[in-house]
T-cell receptor
């Protein structure tokens, strides 16, 4: 069955530094892959979504992710971290051929040091 | 555009009391609707989902129930709350394309 793993429950970077949050999926190429962001006491907001149309996906707030089939990865990056990026980030993958049911990773909390 | 509402935003309830959380979606029809729970420091757990009025699928046996009395309304209920029901409850919807789930603002439930 499909699953998703996020390496690192907590990542801390300095303001202005590169942000790299890791996500690996478990089995066959999924139809979609998602990154969501959650700010304290708020719901999840969609950052970006992979479809088969492009392997490099650009999202909101300057984030992007690259789908790498050979590595079964979908890592999230941002060239320069901003204090407002501090939040919890979730990678997610559908269980089947649609997003009718999706599985979430355990989340990575991103902290930004001044 | 579509919007999703949840209320209340926060709730503090004693053990053994009933619960009713409401979720409504605007700007779409016949969505899939979902209830998730996020316990402190943990990921998201799917509790219920619905593909239409009166159609509820339960993912985890528990003290909670869900109902969908109208196309764009999803209700999470309990007759008697337990301490373990505390958490952050999120409602989500997916359109007929079923290619993305969109989340509401959440309800913080504390059971004392």
């Amino acid at each position: 069955a499909q699953s998703v793993t996020q390496l690192g429950s907590h990542v801390s970077v300095s303001e202005g530094a590169l942000v790299l949050l890791r996500c690996n999926y478990s089995s066959s190429v999924p139809p979609y892959l998602f990154w969501y962001v959650q700010y304290p006491n708020q719901g999840l907001q969609l950052l970006l979504k992979y479809t088969s149309a492009a392997t490099l996906v650009k999202g909101i707030n300057g984030f992007e992710a690259e789908f790498k089939k050979s590595e079964t990865s979908f890592h999230l990056t941002k060239p320069s971290a901003h204090m407002s990026d501090a939040a919890e980030y979730f990678c997610a993958v559908p269980l089947g051929s649609s997003a009718s049911k999706i599985i979430f990773g355990s989340g990575t909390r991103l902290s930004i040091r001044p | 555009s579509q919007t999703i509402h949840q209320w209340p935003a926060t709730l503090v309830q004693p053990v053994g009391s009933p619960l009713s959380l409401e979720c409504t979606v605007e700007g779409t029809s016949n969505p899939n609707l979902y209830w998730y729970r996020q316990a402190a420091g943990r990921g998201l757990q799917l509790l219920f989902y619905s593909v239409g009025i009166g159609q509820i699928s339960s993912e985890v046996p528990q003290n909670l129930s869900a109902s969908r009395p109208q196309d764009r309304q999803f209700i999470l209920s309990s007759k008697k709350l337990l301490l373990s029901d505390s958490g952050f409850y999120l409602c989500a919807w997916a359109g007929q394309g079923l290619d993305t789930q969109y989340f509401g603002p959440g309800t913080r439930l504390t059971v004392l």
